[in-house]
C-alpha cells in the first residue's frame, strides 16, 4: 500500500508498505484524507526528534476495515476521526479526566508497518499518510457519516489543539479579550474557539497581511501583522494571549501582552532545547504561562462535540481544507504549506 515515509534523510510516497492485522483493543482503519500538519514537517527538519524510519502524517479521517478482539464502540464500516492519545484508560491520570498527560502515550513510539520485511515506526501513534493504519481504539472515534471525511479530518489535530487550548486549558470567558499570535491551522482554531466561547475581543497578529480575510472569517475582531498595535487595541492587555508560532520572541511578546490576572497559552512548538526569558516581576500580578499538549483534550469527548458544532454551522472545517491534494503530490502540498499558501492542505488517498 501507499504511505509517505521519512527514513531520516528524505522524504517519499512509496508503494511497498505493509500494516499488520489489529490485534486486541486495536482498529484497522481505512485512510480516506489526512491534514498536513507543521509537526509532520517538524519531524523532517529535526524540530521533533523522532525514530526512523517514520510514516508520517497525524491528522486523519477514514472508515473502519477491521477490529480486533473486544472492540464495540466502532464497527467496520464507521467513520472515525484519529487522535493522537494512545492513552492506556487505567491509570490516575486518565482516571482524572486527563488523557494527554497519560505515560502511556507519550514517548512509546510503535511498529505496526514493514517495508520489505523491516519494520516502519508509526508517528504520534497514528501515522495518517497511509493507506491503512491500526490504531488503539481509544482513538478511533465515531463521526457522522453526513461530515465530509476530508473536513473530519482536521479535527483530530488542529481542531483538538486549538479550540481545545481555549475551552479545556484557558477556559476563555465570554467577554474576555483573547490575542492570537499567528494565524495558521493551529491559529485559525483558536480564533474560532475564542468565538464560540464569546470572548468580545479577538485579535490575531500575523506578518502575513493576506490571512486577514481568513482570520476575521474565524472569529477574529480586529487583525494586526505585527504586536506592536495591540495595546491601541487592548490598552491594558489581554486576558488570554496564545503562541501558535513556537518562536521564543513571540513567547515573550505573549507574557508581555497580558492583563492582570491574564495567561499566556503556548501552542507553537520550538526546538526541543530552546529556552525562553521574561521579566519575573511581570508575573506577580496573578499572571500565569501555561503549556499546553493537544489542547488538554478528551477526545471521545470533544470528536463528537466538535462534529455536532460543525453540523450547527458553529464550528468551521470546510473552511480550513484550503486544498487537496492526491497522497502522490505530497511535496506539493509541503511546498504550498511552508509558503504560507494554505491554511491547511489535505491528502488523499
Do not use: W
Not at 58 to 80: F, K, L, N, S
Request: net charge negative; hydrophobic share 45%.
Amino acid at each position: 500500500m501507499r504511505g509517505v515515509v521519512f527514513d531520516g534523510t528524505r522524504t517519499e510516497v512509496v508503494d511497498d508498505l505493509d500494516v499488520r492485522d489489529p490485534g486486541p483493543g486495536e482498529v484497522l482503519v481505512a485512510i480516506s484524507a489526512a491534514g498536513l500538519c507543521h509537526s509532520d514537517l517538524s519531524v523532517v527538519d529535526g524540530t521533533i526528534p523522532f525514530p526512523v524510519p517514520v510514516v508520517l502524517g497525524h491528522e486523519g479521517a477514514g472508515v473502519v476495515e477491521a477490529v480486533g478482539a473486544g472492540v464495540t464502540h466502532v464497527a467496520p464500516g464507521d467513520h472515525v476521526a484519529l487522535s493522537t492519545l494512545a492513552n492506556c484508560g487505567a491509570c490516575p491520570e486518565c482516571d482524572r479526566g486527563r488523557p494527554t498527560m497519560c505515560r502511556q502515550a507519550i514517548g512509546r513510539p510503535g511498529q505496526p508497518f514493514t517495508r520489505g520485511g523491516r519494520p516502519v515506526f508509526q508517528f504520534a501513534s497514528n501515522s495518517a499518510f497511509a493507506e491503512r493504519t491500526v490504531v488503539k481504539a481509544v482513538q478511533a472515534v465515531r463521526i457522522p457519516g453526513d461530515i465530509p471525511l476530508a473536513s473530519a479530518a482536521l479535527i483530530g489535530c488542529g481542531v483538538l489543539t486549538g479550540v481545545g487550548a481555549v475551552l479545556n486549558r484557558a477556559e476563555v470567558d465570554r467577554g474576555d479579550s483573547v490575542l492570537v499570535i499567528g494565524t495558521g491551522g493551529v491559529g485559525l482554531n483558536v480564533l474560532q474557539g475564542a468565538r464560540i466561547a464569546g470572548a468580545l475581543r479577538i485579535v490575531a497578529v500575523d506578518a502575513n497581511p493576506a490571512k486577514e480575510a481568513v482570520a476575521r472569517r474565524f472569529g477574529a475582531t480586529h487583525f494586526l501583522t505585527s504586536t506592536d498595535g495591540v495595546r491601541d487595541i487592548l490598552p491594558t492587555g489581554a486576558d488570554h494571549v496564545f503562541e501558535c508560532v513556537g518562536r521564543v520572541e513571540l513567547i515573550r511578546q505573549a507574557v508581555d501582552l497580558l492583563d492582570r490576572h491574564g495567561q499566556a497559552v503556548l501552542l507553537g512548538v520550538p526546538s526541543a532545547t530552546a529556552e525562553a526569558s521574561f521579566l519575573v516581576s511581570s508575573l506577580f500580578l496573578d499572571k500565569s504561562i501555561l503549556g499546553c499538549r493537544y489542547g488538554s483534550s478528551r477526545p471521545q469527548r470533544d470528536i463528537p462535540l466538535y462534529a455536532e458544532l460543525y453540523r450547527e454551522g458553529r464550528l468551521l472545517l470546510d473552511e480550513l481544507v484550503t486544498e487537496t491534494y492526491p497522497v502522490e503530490d505530497f511535496e506539493k502540498a509541503v511546498a504550498d504549506a511552508e509558503a504560507g499558501r494554505v491554511a491547511r492542505g489535505v491528502l488523499t488517498f
